[in-house]
């Protein structure tokens, strides 16, 4: 699936946060923080990006984190502190992000 230059750079800055993969505790905060920014469609197409990529159970555990948020199910301030901080050492421009492709 070809994503759009400006997801194909949230999946690149969530590689550089994570470069070992999301361990399944993070994908709710880290849905949460990409709905705070990204419209649900643009959430989606990552949560799918991302589940071609990894097990069957962790693209189940994509699908329930994405739907959890989507929910308004928020997760606790400390959870989402930690993803922000693993997305910041990799780069995420976690104010605005620039949708016209480049990273920052």
Do not use: C
């Amino acid at each position: 699936m070809d994503l759009p230059p400006f997801l194909s750079s949230i999946i690149e800055w969530l590689r550089a946060g994570y470069p070992e993969g999301v361990p399944e505790h993070d994908y709710v905060p880290l849905f949460a923080l990409l709905g705070s920014q990204l419209t649900n469609e643009e959430v989606q197409e990552i949560g799918i990006a991302l589940e071609s990529s990894a097990n069957p159970d962790s693209a189940d555990a994509i699908r329930k984190a994405i739907a959890a948020v989507t929910d308004h199910h928020n997760p606790n301030d400390a959870d989402v502190a930690r993803v922000r901080s693993r997305l910041a050492a990799g780069g995420w421009p976690l104010a605005a992000p620039d949708r016209s492709g480049g990273q920052g």
